[in-house]
């Protein structure tokens, strides 16, 4: 019995932030949370936590936006005063490297909500248990 292969069962968790960084089971450490880019697998394939009470909304996308706007507009005022290209240039160049840098971080930014939602056992609101 490895220590990281089972520290689920001794009550430890995975840093949120390396689960989110590795996009990683936050219970494990060890399954992927996504196949297909962005799409949420159903359960852990190696300890089998069932995904889910996962629910991150539009979270990602908001902090996502918000830092997008403000890297990739200080880079294009940096582009244009520093080097003055044409028009078509910051079309070509921030046409391509938004959408990467947005996946990316859509990625990290879901993968460390829902570790945080695991780590601070966070459930949508109820006025009764079930």
């Known amino acids: ?16 932030i390396v689960a989110g ?9 060890q399954g992927s949370l996504f196949h297909n880019g962005l799409m949420l697998k159903p359960a852990c394939s190696k300890c089998g936590l069932d995904y889910k009470f996962i629910d991150t909304g539009d979270g990602p996308a908001v902090f996502a ?3 997008l ?3 990739v507009l200080g880079l294009a005022l940096i582009v244009e005063f520093r080097f003055g290209p ?11 490297v938004t959408p990467l840098l947005a996946f990316i971080l ?10 945080l ?4 056992k966070a459930e949508e609101g109820r006025l009764a248990k079930d």
């Open 117 to 120: 939602q695991w780590v601070n």
């Open 21 to 29: 960084l590795l996009a990683r089971c936050p219970r494990c450490g």
């Open 65 to 67: 936006i918000l830092i």
């Open 1 to 16: 019995m490895s220590g990281s292969e089972n520290a689920h069962e001794r009550g430890q968790s995975v840093s949120p």
């Open 69 to 71: 706007g403000f890297v």
């Open 86 to 96: 044409p028009l078509w240039v910051h079309v070509a160049l921030w046409g391509v």
């Open 106 to 115: 859509l990625r990290f930014l879901k993968a460390i909500l829902i570790a």
